[in-house]
């Protein structure tokens, strides 16, 4: 780099010479006015340097430092944190701080899980505590979330004790007609259907069924 601006007396034009040159930016240099200014510099760095990682890594070390207050909500922190790879602590202060937390978690939690950006044990978390807050009134959407699930066991468990929870047989496993069939009653897909085979339904609803029986 030829050091763009670093003669002139003007700060932003230093800074983007910083900027051009891939040279560390101090959080109090001049023409950082703010917080996303700094991070942007340290992202631009990271990004175009092989600063790389190791950057990221500063950059998530400062912003959780700095906390959420800093920031002054938490998408304004969540954010940053996740573009410097900070996944599972920018999905965990979602979950902790936004009014909708559960729902956008477990969205952002699928959706980093399927990129390999956070562990499965931490997608998992995040899907079942959804389901588990939605099963009394939405046991479809519920079992729908299931599937995320890694493992098929552990899904087949997760199935059962929802049903178990809601008792809502109908929604979830269809009804039986005069044929012996079950089928959903609008017609469509049976929810557990969607996630199982039928030797592996009918497996999960004989437990349940025996459980039931033990009650």
């Not at 920031?71 to 009014?99: M, T």
Request: negative net charge; charged residues 30%.
């Amino acid at each position: 780099g030829g050091g763009v601006g670093k003669g002139d007396g003007d700060p932003i034009r230093r800074l983007v010479g910083k900027l051009l040159d891939l040279q560390p930016v101090a959080g109090d240099e001049e023409g950082v006015e703010n917080t996303e200014d700094y991070v942007y510099c340290h992202l631009h760095r990271s990004l175009h340097s092989n600063a790389g990682e190791e950057g990221r890594r500063r950059l998530r070390d400062e912003v959780k430092g700095w906390g959420m207050k800093h920031f002054g909500d938490v998408w304004s922190y969540a954010l940053p944190l996740f573009l410097a790879g900070g996944y599972e602590d920018a999905i965990r202060a979602v979950k902790d701080h936004d009014d909708r937390g559960s729902v956008r978690s477990c969205t952002l939690a699928v959706v980093a899980g399927r990129r390999g950006l956070v562990g499965p044990d931490f997608r998992d978390g995040c899907v079942v505590q959804y389901a588990r807050a939605v099963e009394a009134v939405s046991p479809c959407v519920a079992m729908d979330y299931l599937a995320e699930v890694g493992g098929r066991q552990a899904r087949k468990d997760l199935a059962k004790a929802l049903l178990m929870n809601t008792r809502a047989y109908a929604d979830l496993a269809g009804v039986v007609g005069d044929d012996g069939v079950r089928a959903a009653a609008d017609g469509g897909q049976v929810p557990i259907d969607r996630l199982f085979g039928r030797g592996e339904v009918r497996d999960i609803l004989r437990e349940c069924g025996d459980e039931l029986g033990r009650e």
